[in-house]
């Protein structure tokens, strides 16, 4: 069995994927409000703290989302 750390929470869970279980609605909630934020902006003149500031998504979960290209930029 393999333990993996939720990037949210940082609870340890056993599931497939990056966050844990009681964090998957809310992943997956923040990441369709970032898709929609980016295909209606500009996202080339657009700050991550700018994306953070209008969707309510932590800048650190911004980053993820986007660095783990689960966004097509
Ligand atoms: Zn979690």
């Known amino acids: 069995m393999e333990l ?3 990037s949210r929470c940082g609870a340890f ?5 990056v966050v844990c279980p009681n964090c ?3 992943e997956r ?3 369709s ?6 295909a209606e902006n500009n996202v080339t003149t657009t700050s991550i703290e700018q994306i953070s500031c209008s969707t309510g998504i ?5 980053t993820r989302f986007l660095s783990q290209g689960i966004i097509e930029m």
């Open 4 to 6: 993996n750390t939720c």
């Open 13 to 17: 869970f056993t599931s497939n994927g």
């Open 24 to 26: 998957e609605a809310q």
């Open 29 to 31: 909630l923040e990441l």
């Open 33 to 38: 409000k970032l898709k929609d934020y980016l």
């Open 58 to 62: 932590s800048e650190k979960n911004v």
